[in-house]
């Protein structure tokens, strides 16, 4: 059983900027994954980006790269997704995902089953 708490997200205007963070515990390994996944109205949930605590290695969507980046940060199972440049079209509810595992992220997101509560982001044009 992993707990995974969210943090941050709001209301700005397009073109700003918004920080959100995710705690995940307890890890009963070193090698996880953490990611963000955000669900529009009336769209499924996708995955927005992701971190592999074995090597490093990300993923994100192609409608986000160069305006988000993913980070994990100290203590080593918290992320942080930094979103630059928001656009209208990002807005949704941000959910965390947590897995444990060791995985070189190619091409997508590894969901685990294990999601925090979500927080609302509101970008308005």
């Known amino acids: 059983q992993l707990y995974v708490v969210e943090s941050g997200g709001g209301s700005v205007q397009a073109g700003g900027s918004l920080t959100l963070s995710c705690t995940a515990s307890p890890f009963s390994t070193n090698y996880y994954v953490i990611g963000w996944f955000r669900q529009a109205p009336g769209k499924p949930r996708e995955g927005v980006s992701c971190?592999?605590?074995?090597?490093?290695?990300?993923y994100y969507a192609d409608s986000v790269k160069g305006r988000f980046t993913i980070s994990r940060d100290n203590p080593e199972n918290t992320a942080s997704l930094q979103m630059n440049n928001l656009k209208p079209e990002d807005t949704g509810v941000y959910y965390c995902s947590a897995v444990e595992g060791s995985y070189h992220l190619v091409g997508g997101c590894i969901n685990g089953g294990y999601w925090g509560q979500g927080t609302q982001v509101n970008v308005s044009s």
């Open positions: 971190i592999s605590s074995t090597d490093g290695s990300t």
